[in-house]
């Protein structure tokens, strides 16, 4: 009978904590989906640049209403060639790790250095799972430090990479 209800408490637990985890959706479009199938209430801001890209600016706000710990995040969605090629979560001076964890809790914890304090660490992390590249930085930024998620396709990796090397080159030359 204890067994039945321990093994009961851990199923219910382990259903609460992917239920927390997954609570924002914040994907709302497949990769490969052209911008045109984004639809939602007001319409998201769009931005060309003059390296094929374009984006949509999208605050979690918008689509993920219920997901406290992410207010203030912006979505921003690339898309080249037409196509959802790069998902990117920003969240700048906020003054917590909500992304870390939300991070943590999607794709999979990993260790930081003991002596760290979770506030003042730098650095990235990656996954990787059968369709993605999934990367995880905090950095310092003025006035404070900002935490990104960037979830790129596999299918569009080496489109996402000769796009950023054009945005480079773009940024070498102002120098």
Same mark, same amino acid.
């Given at each position: 009978?204890?067994?039945?209800? *321990?093994?009961?408490?851990?199923?219910?637990?382990?259903?609460?904590?992917?239920?927390?985890? /997954? *609570?924002? #959706?914040?994907?709302?479009?497949?990769?490969?989906?052209?911008?045109?199938?984004?639809?939602?209430?007001?319409?998201?801001?769009?931005?060309?640049?003059?390296?094929?890209?374009?984006?949509?600016?999208?605050?979690?706000?918008?689509?993920?209403?219920?997901?406290?710990?992410?207010?203030?995040? $912006? $979505?921003?969605?690339?898309?080249?060639?037409?196509?959802?090629?790069?998902? =990117?979560?920003? =969240?700048?001076?906020?003054? #917590?790790?909500?992304?870390? #964890?939300?991070?943590?809790?999607? /794709?999979?914890?990993?260790?930081?250095?003991?002596?760290?304090?979770?506030? =003042?660490? =730098?650095?990235?992390?990656?996954?990787?799972?059968?369709?993605?590249?999934?990367?995880?930085?905090?950095?310092?930024?003025?006035?404070?430090?900002?935490?990104?998620?960037?979830?790129?396709?596999?299918? /569009? *990796?080496?489109?996402? *990479?000769?796009? /950023?090397?054009?945005?480079?080159?773009?940024?070498?030359?102002?120098?």
């Amino acid at each position: 009978m204890i067994k039945r209800i *321990a093994i009961t408490s851990l199923s219910l637990l382990i259903f609460i904590t992917t239920s927390v985890a /997954y *609570a924002c #959706d914040f994907k709302i479009g497949q990769f490969g989906d052209p911008k045109e199938k984004i639809k939602i209430d007001p319409p998201p801001v769009f931005f060309s640049d003059e390296f094929g890209g374009h984006t949509i600016v999208i605050p979690t706000e918008e689509i993920c209403r219920d997901e406290v710990n992410l207010l203030g995040t $912006v $979505v921003m969605n690339l898309y080249i060639d037409n196509k959802l090629s790069q998902i =990117r979560l920003e =969240r700048a001076n906020m003054n #917590d790790r909500n992304l870390m #964890d939300f991070a943590m809790k999607k /794709y999979g914890s990993f260790r930081l250095p003991q002596e760290i304090d979770k506030m =003042r660490w =730098r650095g990235t992390h990656r996954w990787e799972s059968d369709s993605e590249y999934i990367v995880y930085v905090v950095s310092n930024i003025q006035n404070g430090s900002i935490e990104i998620i960037e979830i790129t396709s596999k299918l /569009y *990796a080496n489109d996402v *990479a000769n796009y /950023y090397e054009k945005f480079g080159k773009w940024l070498e030359s102002k120098n």
